[in-house]
């Protein structure tokens, strides 16, 4: 049976949301637009997911909206808040998720929007007080656009003390928090975000749906033009199964957070401890103190297989990745260790973790990591 230690690309998904998905795969069909009874039936089916994500981030069911996930919630936050807003200026890090960094990219080139990338440090973090100065350098509007948590590292940046600084200094705050929700608590209530994103199948449930949190304050127009679905704000008839099935594995996640922290986090610890025993000069990549604890970056010092450690450990039944899992397959150089300046001889793996794994399988995994290094 193979081990699957790739949680940050993808989860698997639990069994209970596939229940409560089931039936509206097989028997509640009405597309949600429709006004007659399988519409309507549909209609309250969305809705009441709607709610059911507001009450687990804080927000109001008026500031949810749903989207094929992550990357269309990304994109449609900065690009909105520069067509609709007025935004002249972004702010963010060079270690964000490709869909941030293309994004802005785009909007440098098509916009004329300036974009500012703050720098990071050995272990990804930024400086809040250089964060503070770069928004006070201009009179542009500005948006800083940082995540919460890292895919590739882990890092967290401080999500509480930046939002306080961009409602200090009257800027927006837009945050990926892709990889945190369902992990950290969030509550939109007390902290203040103009812009959040979250995608089902970080936190065990569906690919290809997700949501986006738009602050009552902020009056965007649609990014997807169609139908009137999702309130005016997404044309498409939306996934309703999809949706369904991201409420009820968002509301599991926050119920089993702590519970699932705290037994993911010991499995990070023992395969860190391990890996320690079996590989001199090791380096595990991003902040060791304030974490991702599903994420353990590892950087491997040079050896005589070390290009083909990924293929030879899925070869032998292990699932991991180098970073990110959003480059069609095909491994490149991550853009986040180049930031932090890694070790370029370094062969760079990252494990990730879920509520389903256990320690026996990190004695499996070491096991053959033993055999392909020696």
Do not use: W
Request: aromatic share 6%.
């Amino acid at each position: 049976m193979r081990i699957y230690f790739d949680n940050a690309a993808t989860t698997p998904l639990d069994e209970e949301v596939l229940e409560a998905m089931l039936p509206y795969m097989r028997g509640y069909y009405g597309n949600p637009s429709s006004i007659h009874a399988d519409g309507r039936q549909s209609r309250m089916a969305i809705e009441r997911a709607r709610r059911k994500i507001a009450l687990q981030i804080g927000a109001s069911i008026g500031e949810i909206f749903f989207t094929s996930g992550g990357t269309e919630a990304n994109n449609m936050a900065l690009k909105c808040a520069v067509r609709d807003l007025g935004v002249k200026r972004i702010i963010s890090s060079p270690t964000e998720h490709h869909c941030i960094l293309h994004t802005l990219d785009t909007l440098e080139k098509s916009r004329g929007i300036e974009v500012v990338y703050l720098p990071v440090d050995s272990k990804g973090c930024i400086n809040m007080d250089v964060l503070s100065e770069t928004i006070d350098a201009s009179d542009k509007k500005t948006m800083v656009s940082l995540m919460y948590a890292n895919n590739e590292i882990g890092t967290l940046h401080d999500f509480e003390r930046i939002s306080i600084l961009c409602d200090e200094k009257g800027v927006l705050f837009h945050s990926d928090t892709v990889q945190a929700i369902g992990q950290f608590p969030i509550n939109l209530d007390e902290t203040k975000v103009s812009f959040l994103a979250g995608a089902a199948h970080k936190f065990h449930g569906p690919k290809g749906v997700g949501f986006i949190y738009v602050n009552g304050d902020n009056i965007i127009k649609p990014y997807i033009d169609g139908g009137s679905q999702e309130r005016n704000m997404r044309g498409g008839t939306e996934n309703l199964y999809g949706i369904v099935g991201m409420a009820e594995a968002l509301e599991r996640s926050c119920k089993a957070m702590e519970e699932r922290k705290n037994h993911v986090g010991e499995i990070r610890s023992y395969m860190k401890e391990q890996l320690l025993q079996l590989i001199p000069g090791i380096l595990f990549n991003g902040c060791q103190e304030q974490y991702l604890h599903k994420v353990l970056s590892v950087s491997i010092p040079p050896i005589d297989n070390g290009e083909m450690l990924l293929m030879l450990l899925d070869m032998a039944g292990v699932s991991a990745s180098g970073g990110s899992a959003c480059s069609s397959g095909v491994e490149h150089e991550s853009h986040v260790l180049t930031a932090i300046q890694g070790h370029p001889d370094y062969k760079t793996i990252r494990f990730s973790f879920s509520h389903h794994n256990t320690k026996n399988e990190v004695d499996q995994v070491i096991e053959k990591l033993r055999g392909i290094i020696n």
